[in-house]
């Protein structure tokens, strides 16, 4: 059985193929810089090199099209019929979902309607879904959400304490994201410790160019440091995480700077980058090593400020069984996992120093042996849980149609 999926944005389509009875990836690609001068089509045929082409894509029908015809000439997909479905990433979902859903006019609809939360994401999805229903009609379609996992928070934890007509008539409350792969690396997690997910509780983090951590009870996330929209929380590359909202008043007062600006300069000139000017974190340690202090601080920030989400969501769960690391900074960072597990006995955290310099896969335990929880480092896999995801939900279909 052959599932693909597929992240479209505004200038982009990155997909996988996937065959789900081994859950190899058949095909990776990213379709690039749709509409302007000149769209690329990198892609992998297993683990063959990549190759890159040049392709008619002015918009996202040509893109879809070159992917389609791409598929087809090497073979992976020599008929439609062989896809059990397409499997779409989407950012938002609102409140209206919390399992992935099969696409249908209902569907888009309430898409549609939450564009207003995600006005640069859901677009672009959803002019990739509807492509790939117009180029492969009769293959079911099914969505997945960031925010679907993290649905799952009570109203105390959801809610801003804001007037409450903000939440009831514009939704604005906390959404959270990244929620496919928190729910991935959980479930990961609780296999790793041998435990059903419905009785495993955690702490995930996520640390890639975007971070956020949830508190996972029973398998189900509580909290969550992403909002209502990716800007709370955690410091990122670039983007600022949690600071007092009244800054942007004094921004826009004593420096005359529009919303606009003020949008921008949050989400991409702060975090690490606000801090030292760069995002990139291997760029940053470089810089640490070399005696830049600016590079410093932006470490020294990044790993406090993940440590004062771990002590708050230690006291909102009470009992937690592992820490999970995952992104390319979780996964990869041995200074930070480090630095984020320092000094934290009070919670009987307690990292192996040389576990954690190589940590096993595929998924390596570097708590010390006295340690009272485990401390996992977990490859996160959006796309391969986007793909199992689909195949529940159309299973599921099928047993309710039965
Ligand atoms: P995205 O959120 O775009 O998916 P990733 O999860 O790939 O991003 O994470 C990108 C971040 O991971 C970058 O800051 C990069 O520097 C960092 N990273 C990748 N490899 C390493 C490494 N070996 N050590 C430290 N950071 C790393």
Aim: net charge negative.
């Amino acid at each position: 059985m052959k599932i693909l999926v597929l992240n479209a944005g505004s200038s982009s389509v990155k997909y996988r193929l996937f065959d789900m009875s081994d859950r190899a990836v058949l095909v990776a690609g990213l379709i690039e810089r749709i509409g302007e001068e000149s769209p690329h089509h990198h892609y992998r045929l297993g683990r063959a090199d990549p190759i890159d082409v040049k392709i008619a894509g002015h918009n996202h029908q040509q893109a879809l099209q070159a992917l389609f015809e791409t598929l087809s000439a090497c073979a992976m997909l020599n008929d439609p019929s062989e896809l059990a479905c397409i499997g779409h990433r989407v950012v938002h979902g609102g409140e209206y979902f919390r399992e992935p859903a099969l696409i249908d006019a209902q569907v888009i609809q309430h898409i549609t309607e939450v564009i207003p939360l995600a006005p640069l994401h859901n677009p672009a999805h959803l002019l990739g879904i509807q492509e790939a229903i117009r180029q492969m009609e009769n293959i079911p379609q099914v969505a997945v959400f960031d925010t679907a996992f993290h649905q799952t928070l009570p109203d105390y934890a959801y809610r801003y304490p804001l007037p409450a007509h903000l939440y009831t008539e514009h939704g604005v409350r906390r959404y959270g994201f990244h929620g496919t792969s928190h729910r991935y690396v959980a479930e990961q997690a609780a296999q790793c410790l041998g435990k059903p997910l419905s009785e495993t509780n955690l702490i995930t983090l996520h640390l890639g160019n975007g971070a956020s951590v949830a508190a996972i009870k029973n398998g189900e996330s509580i909290d969550t440091s992403m909002g209502m929209t990716p800007l709370e929380g955690l410091m990122m590359g670039s983007r600022c995480g949690d600071i007092d909202p009244a800054i942007h008043f004094y921004l826009s007062r004593a420096l005359n700077l529009s919303n606009e600006a003020i949008e921008a300069l949050l989400n991409k000139d702060s975090g690490c980058k606000g801090i030292c000017g760069e995002n990139d974190m291997r760029t940053i340690h470089r810089m640490a090593e070399a005696g830049d202090d600016h590079a410093r601080l932006a470490l020294a920030m990044y790993a406090y400020r993940i440590k004062k989400y771990i002590g708050a969501y230690f006291a909102v769960l009470g009992r937690v069984d592992a820490l999970v690391f995952t992104g390319g900074i979780g996964e990869n960072d041995a200074w930070l996992r480090q630095q984020c597990c320092a000094d934290m006995a009070l919670f009987g955290i307690a990292i192996d120093e040389q576990k954690n310099l190589n940590p096993t896969h595929p998924c390596g335990n570097i708590g010390r042996d006295d340690s009272r929880l485990a401390i996992l480092v977990i490859a996160t896999d959006e796309e391969l849980e986007i793909a199992i995801q689909a195949m529940e939900c159309l299973r599921n279909r099928n047993h309710s149609s039965r």
